[in-house]
């Protein structure tokens, strides 16, 4: 435990660095020079981390710099939704290698869904060309609620079909790699967070639209997850106690009132034209959207109300989490998160409790389409490389006591 929390440490400091010193590790991780030494040259030994060449000297020997060695393992990340299944291939880094989508689970037999998502990853390691022994595992998110073992409740009502079906093991035995799943807002915050610019030490969370609201939280490196992996459920922030039913069983929830399809329900009020009212929610969000960004002032009326809703969930949430930095991501934000952010950006900055200690920054994802399965793939990639309970910085002491242990299994 001691040696993997170290190794996941330093895994994790490098990765977030780019490239890195030996003696910058020390600093950044608080561990002993002679664990530094030892850990990378296990890391180098597995061929996970890489020499890059000299720092610019300033006096003295210039400094080795180490790297991740970003094709040194693979992950695959899926997106399983009702309306489409995103694909990604990720490398250890948390670039996209490969990437595609095909049509969705629909109503079909989840026994052929598994077999389908089997044979299109076999399929796309083949077209690629890598070495199947670098993939360490599949993610598989969904929309939540999720149970934590293997099975995965997908209960939002399209999907009722799956409830209950065992789709980790399911996938293990068809797949044959390690499965890891998650629902898509967690694996989402991961993914940002894997793939870089977020800091080691901060407190942030991933705000994700697609067909619902979520949230993923990640405090110092580590997500949180509450007791059962169903943390960050800010489109069930009830904002109205006297408002419409939620599928949730609640009443005035956001995403009632605020989501993409209370977006739909009220753009086809107000008579504006989604393309049939038969069409998917995430088609006429989109079509909404785009009515709003050539300047149509119904569906931008409509936007704009449901950005301030957003805006409250995102003050709450950063209320309750003290958070530094808000990222607006997935489908429905990819399209329409320009029209949010300055709404969710004012919330904060008029009404966060700690504003005057920090402000909330709020960014727009850079893979906010298919954020999820990105996110489904860094999750297999820091589960397998990088597990840990807490965050990245060990407190001397502790480190103190890792370096001893490890240097008395080396002895
Ligand atoms: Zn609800």
């Given at each position: 435990m001691a040696h993997t929390s170290s190794r996941a440490a330093i895994l994790d400091v490098i990765r977030a660095a780019g490239t890195i010193s030996r003696v910058e590790l020390t600093r950044a991780t608080g561990l002993t020079g002679a664990t530094i030494s030892t850990v990378?040259?296990?890391?180098?030994?597995?061929?996970?981390?890489?020499?890059?060449?000299?720092?610019e000297s300033t006096g003295g020997k210039p400094r080795m710099l180490l790297q991740l060695d970003p094709s040194a393992r693979f992950a695959v990340g899926?997106?399983?939704?009702?309306?489409?299944?995103?694909?990604?291939?990720?490398?250890?880094?948390?670039?996209?290698?490969?990437?595609?989508?095909?049509?969705?689970?629909?109503?079909?037999?989840?026994?052929?869904?598994?077999?389908?998502?089997?044979?299109?990853?076999?399929?796309?390691?083949?077209?690629?060309?890598?070495?199947?022994?670098?993939?360490?595992?599949?993610?598989?998110?969904?929309?939540?609620?999720?149970?934590?073992?293997?099975?995965?409740?997908?209960?939002?009502?399209?999907?009722?079909?799956?409830?209950?079906?065992?789709?980790?093991?399911?996938?293990?035995?068809?797949?044959?790699?390690?499965?890891?799943?998650?629902?898509?807002?967690?694996?989402?915050?991961?993914?940002?967070?894997?793939?870089?610019?977020?800091?080691?030490?901060?407190?942030?969370?991933?705000?994700?639209?697609?067909?619902?609201?979520?949230?993923?939280?990640?405090?110092?490196?580590t997500v949180y997850r509450g007791a059962s992996s169903n943390a960050g459920e800010v489109g069930h922030i009830c904002v109205d106690i006297d408002g419409p039913e939620c599928w949730c069983g609640s009443r005035g929830c956001v995403e009632a009132l605020a989501g993409p399809a209370a977006v739909v329900a009220q753009a086809q009020a107000r008579g504006l034209d989604l393309g049939g009212a038969d069409r998917p929610v995430s088609a006429q969000f989109a079509a909404v959207a785009r009515a709003a960004l050539s300047g149509d002032p119904v569906a931008a009326e409509i936007l704009a109300r449901s950005a301030r809703y957003l805006g409250v969930a995102a003050q709450t949430l950063a209320n309750v989490m003290d958070l530094e930095l808000v990222v607006l991501t997935g489908p429905a934000f990819a399209l329409a998160g320009s029209l949010y952010l300055p709404a969710v950006q004012e919330q904060l900055s008029r009404s966060f409790f700690a504003r005057a200690s920090h402000p909330v920054r709020v960014t727009i994802s850079t893979n906010a389409p298919e954020a999820a399965a990105v996110g489904a793939a860094a999750l297999v990639l820091q589960s397998e490389l990088a597990p840990?309970?807490?965050?990245?910085?060990?407190?001397?002491?502790?480190?103190?006591?890792?370096?001893?242990?490890?240097?008395?299994?080396?002895?």
């Open positions: 990378v040259r296990r890391l180098m030994n597995d061929g996970l981390v890489v020499e890059a060449g000299r720092a899926v997106h399983l939704d009702h309306a489409g299944i995103t694909y990604v291939l990720a490398n250890l880094g948390g670039a996209v290698v490969a990437r595609w989508r095909k049509p969705g689970a629909g109503a079909d037999d989840p026994r052929e869904v598994v077999a389908r998502i089997a044979a299109e990853i076999d399929g796309m390691i083949t077209r690629v060309g890598i070495d199947r022994t670098r993939v360490l595992g599949l993610g598989v998110v969904s929309p939540g609620p999720i149970t934590a073992s293997v099975g995965m409740v997908l209960t939002p009502p399209n999907m009722r079909r799956w409830a209950d079906f065992p789709l980790g093991d399911a996938l293990e035995d068809a797949v044959g790699v390690p499965v890891l799943l998650d629902n898509d807002a967690t694996a989402a915050a991961i993914g940002e967070y894997w793939a870089g610019g977020i800091e080691t030490t901060s407190a942030f969370a991933a705000f994700y639209m697609g067909t619902g609201i979520g949230a993923g939280i990640l405090v110092n490196g840990r309970h807490s965050g990245v910085r060990l407190p001397p002491e502790v480190a103190g006591e890792v370096s001893a242990q490890e240097l008395a299994t080396l002895a």
